[in-house]
């Protein structure tokens, strides 16, 4: 792997002044090693995200950021964040990224008035698709959360989109995948357990994906994270009474064979697919809104968040352009340097293994009967 700043591969474009090419609008988010900002290709007059990255915070770590780069280059499905081009200047890295302005999964969710099963089914069923798509490229995600799926647009009927794939890796490039990464509700019970562990650890947060999104709460929680661990290593999971009762035994079965300890036993995407609750009719069409935007808005509090990643500026952007009133306003910085970075890792919850800690439920899950 070629080091960073020497000639390295092909598909990196040098630029003097990344400034020259793209117009900085405002920060859309920080990471520990980056910064994600609004921007506008100068002649095009596109809006796109770039993700910025100061090479100085990833001294020794330039082979995993390669590692995310190449996977991202060779990713297109329409259901995937896609990256267009990538830029280096003398000190930084800027990956620019398709813009998605349709704001956060849950965020819509809570503002519908109406939701169903079948929506959930629609959802789950996308996202199948784009994780089956990388799982034949031999790319495991390993880090798929509600936080992780964007809309593509305001578009009431938009598409659901993956990004971020700061913790995938190519499956057999050599390293064995079994660093206990990931956040941890979301976390297969083998990765747990530092067993060497496949894409079936993709299939699994699905599955907990789709839970969450017929209920509004996690599988699993607790606020000791050994009692949390413990829950997730026996798969011990219910589905409680009242938030169940008006939920198929079709979607709960489903989740079952995704939700499977043994991995060997568990579905596949492809199966996942098939399952008549995806691939048939037997997802309701009941409205379950009131009941999961509740526990949704009571269990993913905002503040609880800290992503690395602020869909809501965007929409909000998109929403000012719609205006015609695309000027600054008081309450918007634009960055005065590309990449204002902190200092590698800080305030952004990680832990020294890079993953994601301060996700998590604001309280417990409802109470047992």
């Known amino acids: 792997m070629m080091p960073l700043g020497e000639d390295g591969p092909s598909w990196k474009k040098r630029a003097q002044d990344i400034r020259?090419?793209?117009?900085?609008?405002?920060t859309l988010g920080t990471?520990?090693?980056?910064?994600?900002?609004?921007?506008e290709e100068k002649t095009s007059r596109k809006l796109v995200a770039i993700k910025c990255i100061a090479k100085k915070?990833?001294?020794?770590?330039?082979?995993?950021?390669?590692?995310?780069?190449?996977v991202l280059h060779k990713i297109k499905h329409p259901n995937i964040v896609a990256l267009d081009d990538i830029y280096e200047s003398?000190?930084?890295l800027y990956l620019i990224m398709q813009l998605v302005s349709g704001g956060e999964l849950f965020d819509r969710i809570v503002e519908k008035g109406f939701y169903t099963e079948r929506d959930a089914s629609q959802l789950i069923r996308q996202i199948l698709d784009a994780v089956r798509y990388l799982h034949d490229m031999g790319i495991v995600h390993r880090d798929l959360k509600?936080?992780?799926?964007?809309?593509?647009?305001?578009?009431?009927?938009?598409?659901?989109?993956?990004?971020?794939?700061?913790?995938?890796?190519?499956?057999?490039?050599?390293s064995v995948m079994s660093t206990a990464c990931g956040t941890p509700g979301y976390v297969a019970p083998e990765v747990l357990a530092q067993k060497p562990y496949s894409k079936a650890v993709d299939c699994w947060s699905i599955g907990v994906i789709a839970y969450i999104l017929l209920c509004g709460y996690p599988p699993f929680y607790d606020e000791n994270d050994a009692k949390l661990f413990e829950q997730i290593l026996r798969a011990e999971y219910e589905f409680d009474?009242?938030?169940?009762?008006d939920i198929s035994e079709s979607a709960k079965d489903f989740i079952q064979h995704l939700m499977e300890?043994?991995?060997s036993k568990r579905f596949?995407?492809?199966q996942a697919l098939q399952h008549p609750w995806i691939a048939g009719d037997t997802a309701l069409d009941k409205n379950i809104h009131q009941s999961v935007s509740e526990q949704i808005q009571k269990n993913f509090a905002k503040s609880k968040w800290k992503q690395a990643f602020n869909a809501t500026a965007v929409v909000r952007h998109m929403r000012k352009l719609q205006l015609g009133t695309s000027q600054e306003g008081p309450g918007q910085t634009t960055p005065t340097s590309p990449c204002d970075l902190l200092e590698a890792g800080a305030s952004n919850g990680s832990d020294s293994r890079g993953c994601d800690r301060s996700l998590g439920p604001s309280s417990h899950r409802p109470p047992q009967d």
């Open 90 to 92: 003398g000190g930084h």
């Open 241 to 245: 009474s009242p938030y169940w009762d």
């Open 31 to 39: 990471g520990a090693f980056s910064e994600v900002v609004l921007a």
């Open 268 to 270: 596949t995407c492809e």
């Open 146 to 174: 509600p936080e992780n799926l964007l809309y593509y647009s305001p578009d009431p009927d938009s598409k659901i989109m993956i990004s971020d794939f700061g913790l995938s890796k190519i499956e057999g490039s050599g």
């Open 20 to 26: 020259e090419i793209y117009e900085f609008r405002e």
């Open 261 to 263: 300890k043994d991995s």
């Open 57 to 70: 915070a990833l001294e020794g770590k330039e082979t995993s950021l390669e590692n995310e780069i190449a």
